[in-house]
């Protein structure tokens, strides 16, 4: 099992990547979807080593 990498400095892009569900790498912004209603973007990662794909919203992640 991969040790996943916690110690890393935060800030910049890396802060908001979440790590895969799969192998627990950090995965890999792929797009932003715009939404309507005042919604904010859907963020969709994807990891490279899986091929898992994981949208989230900036919101959901603020509130958790
Ligand atoms: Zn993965």
Redesign the pocket.
């Known amino acids: 099992m991969l040790a996943m990498p916690l110690t890393r400095p935060t800030g910049g892009f890396a802060a908001v990547q979440p790590p ?1 569900p ?2 627990g ?1 950090p995965m890999s912004l792929n797009r932003t979807e715009p939404r309507s209603g005042g919604l904010p973007d859907l963020c969709v990662f994807k ?1 490279g ?2 091929a ?1 794909w994981l949208s989230e919203s900036a919101d959901e992640r603020r509130a958790v």
Request: with cysteine; hydrophobic share 10%; net charge neutral.
């Open positions: 895969c799969h192998c790498r990891c080593e899986c898992v």
